[in-house]
């Protein structure tokens, strides 16, 4: 590992060397730890922050479409202004404790759709974790509901007024989509010029329902739609075969691979070897809103994938990492992922003292054995101090988790009303 000073000027990495010169009060003495580059989570659905704990549905789901029916269109239902609120303060804090500072993200609620992404934007802009926002169109709400979730990712992606958000294009997967909806999608994200953001292949219903509807596969489908001309966020994946995942590598797409939800929800193993020999450096690491930290995520996918083969490395998982943050640097129009000049300023500070050895050739297999959220201590975002010494800087905690549970309470209530 490299000793040296950082010199941040405003958003970005200024230099990178020892002896660097700044104003007394400017300085941070992090002597003795790790510094590095925040981590961005590829995939994540804010809207599930309240979820944890609440009462089990009514029915036991016995598979993937009923999980969604039986929990998550239920409870994306039951979203009101303030439940969003919640939601997006406490993933903020969640993910920035984990030293996750971007947070790309797949929004829903269907009885709020107008204005839902600026809530978002709010609450995390508040906390100072960078967003990439998106809302899930789908034609499950009806024409209307379908076309407001359009009007809100183009309203969003138009008005730009976050400086630490950016967009792109939701919607929720081809098995709850038509091809009208389809077009609509690819034509109104081409016209944007953002990535249309969508689950696919996550279960291997989406592949089912594709033929039936096309006689294709999704992938394909999603191509004769103008979704993959977007250079899209596909999600999941687990049940692309070798021809779709050679289609998404060369029509520039980008893979997003959670493998805690995969398993979750039993959906079946994600073919990410495949994945990583075809897309080499656009196969991203997802939460999918399991909770906000890479760290958990990044060791199950490596032990998930030390169980299938050997030949599942350590640098697999933390180089998923190292693409997420260059899909979002892509999307902020400025390099992310780095500690180096240019580079935008969003740094964790590890309180690490190795045991043995840390290289930069082994850094991977430190991760892998030992990397926590708990040794998360300070985070930067954007050149500012957003966590210091383990406490959220800009706002209070405690009192977000206190507002939250009412609000958890409430969200629980609304939803034991929905019926299955
Ligand atoms: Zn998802």
């Not at 805690?260 to 990410?272: I, W």
């Amino acid at each position: 590992m490299r000793r040296a000073d950082v010199l941040v000027e405003e958003d970005r990495i200024a230099e990178v060397g020892a002896g660097l010169s700044a104003p007394e009060a400017q300085r941070f003495d992090a002597e003795g730890a790790l510094v590095m580059p925040g981590n961005v989570c590829g995939h994540t659905h804010l809207y599930s922050v309240l979820a944890r704990g609440m009462p089990p549905p009514p029915r036991a789901p016995r598979n993937f479409p009923e999980i969604l029916r039986f929990i998550w269109w239920r409870l994306d239902r039951a979203l009101d202004e303030p439940s969003i609120r919640s939601s997006g303060l406490i993933g903020a804090i969640d993910a920035l404790k984990a030293g996750t500072t971007t947070l790309i993200d797949h929004h829903a609620s269907p009885s709020c759709i107008e204005g839902s992404l600026d809530l978002l934007a709010e609450e995390l802009s508040r906390a100072g974790v960078r967003g990439v926002l998106c809302y899930e169109v789908t034609d499950r709400n009806g024409r209307d509901g379908r076309d407001e979730g359009v009007r809100e990712n183009v309203r969003f992606a138009r008005e730009g007024r976050w400086p630490l958000m950016r967009a792109m294009f939701g919607a929720h997967a081809g098995f709850t989509l038509d091809d009208e909806s389809l077009d609509e999608i690819g034509r109104e994200a081409a016209g944007l010029g953002v990535p249309v953001h969508i689950h696919v292949a996550e279960d291997v219903c989406d592949q089912e329902d594709a033929i039936r509807r096309s006689g294709k596969r999704v992938t394909h489908r999603l191509q004769d739609h103008g979704v993959l001309e977007t250079q899209p966020l596909l999600a999941h994946g687990v049940h692309l075969d070798p021809e779709e995942i050679r289609l998404a590598a060369r029509t520039g797409a980008w893979v997003a691979h959670n493998c805690r939800s995969n398993l979750n929800n039993r959906v079946g193993r994600a073919p990410v070897r495949a994945l990583l020999e075809e897309l080499g450096g656009r196969v991203v690491m997802g939460t999918d809103g399991i909770d906000q930290d890479l760290f958990a995520e990044s060791r199950t996918a490596f032990f998930r994938g030390r169980e299938d083969s050997l030949e599942m490395l350590a640098d697999q998982a933390t180089g998923m990492l190292a693409a997420g943050a260059e899909l979002a640097g892509r999307r902020f129009g400025r390099p992310l992922g780095r500690i180096e000049p240019g580079y935008l300023a969003d740094l964790v500070i590890y309180d690490y003292t190795p045991p043995t050895t840390l290289t930069p050739d082994n850094l991977a297999w430190h991760w892998a054995f030992s990397f926590t959220n708990a040794l998360v201590k300070d985070v930067m975002v954007n050149g500012e101090w957003v966590v210091r010494n383990r406490s959220m800087v800009r706002v209070d905690g405690g009192e977000a988790r206190a507002q939250a549970r009412e609000q958890a309470e409430r969200l629980w209530g609304r939803m034991a009303e929905i019926p299955l």
